[in-house]
């Protein structure tokens, strides 16, 4: 049996996708948890609230949105950059979006807290690759 996250995170306004999403990672056997936040603000307050260590709620994989209500995407990775070094390390984030702006993909691969950009939906073969990647140990 290979080995589970701990935990994923989703951050997605749209009920629909967080739905799909959460089925392909359950499908899949990536995560013992699911964690499921509509927006950055949500989220952040999440991440903040959550202790950091061995065995803390903290995600090892974030998919994140751009555009969201209250604080979208770019807002998020600002305010995730201020967080303290325990809470964002070893964390995967990976921009999961509808957008087809040339300039969103640049801009997300440009930020050092983002490692993929990645059209939705989430499918099978990009878990595949994202473990492949960042998770050798877990493939």
Avoid: C
Wanted: glycine letters at 4%.
């Amino acid at each position: 049996m290979k080995q589970r996250l701990n935990l994923v995170l989703l951050i997605d306004d749209n009920e629909a996708d967080n739905y799909l999403h959460s089925l392909v990672i359950k499908e899949a056997g990536l995560a013992d948890h699911i964690v499921i936040k509509q927006d950055g603000e949500a989220a952040l307050k999440y991440l903040e609230q959550t202790d950091a260590g061995a065995h803390s709620g903290l995600p090892q994989l974030l998919f994140l949105d751009i555009n969201m209500p209250r604080m979208n995407g770019w807002e998020f990775l600002e305010a995730f950059d201020q967080l303290p070094e325990p809470k964002k390390e070893d964390m995967v984030i990976i921009m999961l979006t509808t957008s087809i702006h040339d300039d969103d993909s640049q801009r997300a691969l440009e930020n050092p807290n983002v490692s993929a950009y990645l059209n939705k939906p989430l499918s099978t073969k990009y878990l595949e690759e994202i473990i492949s990647q960042y998770f050798p140990q877990y493939a």
